[in-house]
Structures are given as C-alpha cells and as structure tokens.
C-alpha cells in the first residue's frame, strides 16, 4: 500500500514538473492577471502547508491567495497554480509574456551584436576573430540570396539576415539547462517561464504570416493585379472555366506555405526542448526512484571503460583478461538492473548494494590503470577517469548528494544537445531559404 502511494505521489509529481515546464507566462491584457498562478502572502508558509500533505487548493484556502497580477510578477509573492477550469483554445486577450519579451530581447542583442561589427570595421584596417565571424554570416546569407532572389531588392538580404539570425538565437536556447531559468525566475516570484520563443507557435505563426503578407505584396508589386489573379485562376489548368478549381488549388497551396513554415520550426523545437525535460525527469527528477536505473546506465559506462582498456593494452595477456571478464561482469549487472526496473522489482536496499559494487568496480577500474605502464600516454587519461567514476560512487553513497542518475542524466543530455546543434542551425537555415524561395516565386512575372 505505501509503494502504491509512493508511485502515485511520483507520478503526480513528474506530471506536475511536466505541466511547470510547458507552461507560458501568460498574462491576460485586460485585467493585467497573470493565468495558472496565485498570490500569498508568504511563500515560505505555502510551502510548508505543501509539505503537511495538503493539497493546493487547500492551502491557497487558508492563506487567503488571491488573483496574481503583472505588478506582482518578481516580489515573491506569486506561486503556480494550476486551475481545474478549462480554457478555450485560443483566447485573443491572452499574451504570452515570456516568448515575447524574450524575442525581443533577442532582437535587440542581434542588433548590438551586428552594431559592434559595423564599429570595428571602420576602426580596424585587419578583421580580427569576430568581424570575421559577422563577415562570415553576411556573407553566408548574401550568396544564398543571389542564388535563389534573381530580382534586384534591397529588402531580401536584409530580411534573410534578420531572420536565420533571429530563429538561430531563438533555437539557440534550447540548449540552456532545463531547470536554469525556471527555477531562478521561480525564486523570485515569477511562476513560470518557456526559454524557448521558438518552441511558441503564436511566434512562430507570427513570423509565417509576415513572410505571408510580403508573399501577396511582391505579387502585386512585380506581376500586378492580373498577374495575380491569372497566377490562382489559370493554374495548373489554363482556362478559365475551371478558374473556381485552379482557385482552391492554389488558395490552398498558398496557405499552407506560412502553415508548413511556422509548425515545421515550432514542432522540431518544441520536440527538442520535450526531449530535454523526459531525459531530466528519467535520470534526476527523482533520484530516489530512479537510482537503479541509473546505476544500469552507469554500469554500461563501466563495462565501455573496461573496454576501452582492453583493447589499450599491450602484450599483456593478464590485463587484457582481467578487462575483459570486468567487461561482461558490468553488461551482465547492467542487464539485470535494466530487468529489475523494467519490472519494478528493486528496492533501496538493492541500490545501495549497487551502489557497493560499483564502487569496487571503480576501484578495480583506478587499479588497471596502473597496470597500462605500457602505454603512459592514454595512462593518466583512464587514470583520471577512474578518479571521477570513484567521486561519483563514493557521493553517490551519501544517498542524495550526487546521484548517479544526474551523471547519467547529464551525459544523455550532452549527447542530445550536440546532435540539436544540428536541428538548431538547420531549421535557422530552412526559414531562411524557404522566405527567400517563397519571395522569390512572388516576385517572378511569367513570360
């Protein structure tokens, strides 16, 4: 009965941490009240009525919480609430302040960032490291407008620059720690914040139907209003019996270019930036709950350490055998600890058993390094890794002071935040190319 409790309580709380970080700022306009949020007169009093096992909406009860305000926003007087009451769709007097503000703090950094590249440029005769940076983008984004924009405008370039720079600024953030931001804002009294503008459909949509307006303005402006009408009455069919046909073809085509544009940034980044939040919910949200299956992880780095020894070695027939049984020893617990989560078997006092043979395990791993005289050179680099899988046991023993599960946590993040490096420039890089594609469809009269 206390491990169902327990897992009740865990899954309550992974879905409100959930909940937390895919929440906006949202402020309703007209009443300045800030939504999913109420205020206290003490913080410190709310959460301890949370820590006597009382439910939200109890303690806000007895604290008398009222409605929180914009001007409340940063006095520590402002704690998340999330209402039962359901919310329409889409409510035109709601804006999210967090991803506003946000882009246009961004916008104003790309400003200063590009200013400072002006001033240097006319100061200094030899570029250094950062005017060839900034010389580098322009000249990127100015090669990609040549190639795609045949038309002569002064606008293209500058609109390519604006936007792959601000896109890539606001992906860019994504690789921000999850709870970095959160919490500090937290901490002050602001309940939540959304880092990622770009993972906001109302940006992203936004920013499509800009580049959707300027599609029907450069349409007007170089093929004029015949033009206009012949290119979505006469196409693909050239006759205008079927014009009402060729019109809701094309009208449907031109839709969906500011639709595709906006939903393909948001929903990679906001994919992304769910990837993040699962991958620190599975490893550190609940140390306690998931030790064994960081420990699995953990063994799995082992058995790639024992590895790498092995095969590091030279003729040394009794190093290389002791990696090697080291090595299927770490695959075989890694795989029994792996079957004991899968099938909620484990126990506190199995992780603290774990979290023994780990510990000899390292320092079995620390020993072999010893052993590598052979090879001085890789020598201190396994020597010094053995050392930090040591620390990391021993904290771990301490139950709670570093859990294996934030190491584990923190390499998966690694690896995913270096392959989203990718996705941030690339989807900087696909707005760009496709506003000038789209532009440059407008703005070419047929022959």
Same mark, same amino acid.
């Given at each position: /009965?206390a ?11 992974i879905t ?15 009443t300045?009240i800030?939504q ?14 949370l ?23 940063g006095?520590s007087?402002?704690v998340?609430y999330?209402?039962?009451?359901p919310?329409g769709?889409i ?30 440029s ?28 045949q038309?002569?405008n002064?606008l ?6 604006t ?17 970095l931001?959160?919490?500090i804002?937290k ?5 939540y914040i959304r880092?990622?503008?770009?993972a ?10 800009t ?23 006469l ?9 009402p046909?060729?019109?809701f ?20 980044m ?7 939040i ?21 063994n ?10 092995r ?24 795989a ?7 099938y ?14 780990d ?20 020598l201190?680099?396994?020597?010094s ?10 904290g ?7 859990p294996?599960?934030?190491?584990s ?22 707005? /760009?190319?496709?506003?000038i ?11």
């Open positions: /009965m491990n169902e409790e327990a897992k009740v309580t865990q899954e309550n709380g409100e941490y959930i909940n937390h970080h895919l929440q906006f700022l949202q402020v309703d306009y007209t300045g800030v999913n949020s109420k205020k206290v007169t003490s913080v410190s009093d709310y959460n301890n009525c820590s006597q096992k009382k439910s939200p909406e109890q303690c806000l009860k007895e604290l008398h919480a009222t409605d929180c305000h914009f001007s409340d926003l006095t007087t402002c998340p999330e209402s039962e009451q919310q769709l409510n035109p007097n709601i804006i999210n302040v967090d991803s506003s503000l946000i882009s246009i703090l961004l916008g104003f950094i790309i400003l200063g960032f590009f200013g400072v590249g002006v001033k240097k006319k100061e200094s005769k030899v570029p250094g490291k950062f005017l060839t940076a900034i010389e580098m983008i322009i000249e990127f984004v100015n090669q990609s407008v040549k190639d795609i924009f038309v002569q002064k293209i370039a500058p609109l390519s620059l936007v792959f720079m601000w896109v890539f600024s606001m992906n860019l953030l994504d690789l921000l720690p999850v709870d931001l959160p919490n804002c901490s002050i009294g602001i309940p880092v990622v503008p770009s906001d459909v109302n940006i992203t949509m936004a920013m499509s139907v580049i959707f307006l300027l599609i029907l303005a450069y349409t007007f402006k170089y093929k004029g209003i015949k033009g206009f009408v012949s290119d979505y009455a196409h693909p069919f050239n006759t205008w019996f079927l014009a046909v060729n019109i073809l094309e009208g449907v085509s031109l839709l969906a270019k500011p639709v595709s544009l906006g939903l393909r940034l948001f929903g990679n906001y994919a992304g930036e769910t990837i993040f699962l991958i620190t919910i599975f490893f550190a949200f609940d140390p306690s709950s998931s030790s064994i299956l960081s420990v699995a992880v953990f799995l780095i082992l058995a790639c350490l024992f590895l790498i020894m095969f590091t070695a030279k003729d040394n027939s009794a190093v290389k055998s002791i990696n090697l049984v080291a090595f299927f020893i770490a695959i075989l617990l890694s029994y600890q792996f079957y004991a989560y899968w909620n078997i484990g126990s506190e006092e199995n992780v603290i058993v774990f979290y023994l043979v510990l000899i395990f390292a320092a079995a791993c620390l020993a072999l390094a010893f052993l590598h005289k052979e090879n001085k050179a890789k201190w680099g396994l020597i890794t053995a050392v930090i899988i040591l620390l990391v046991c021993l771990s023993l301490l139950y709670g002071v570093l294996i599960g934030i190491v946590g923190t390499i998966l993040n690694l690896v995913w935040a270096l392959f989203h490096i990718l996705i941030i420039f690339l989807q900087a890089f696909i707005f /760009m190319i496709l506003t594609v789209y532009l440059a469809s407008a703005s070419t009269a047929e022959e």
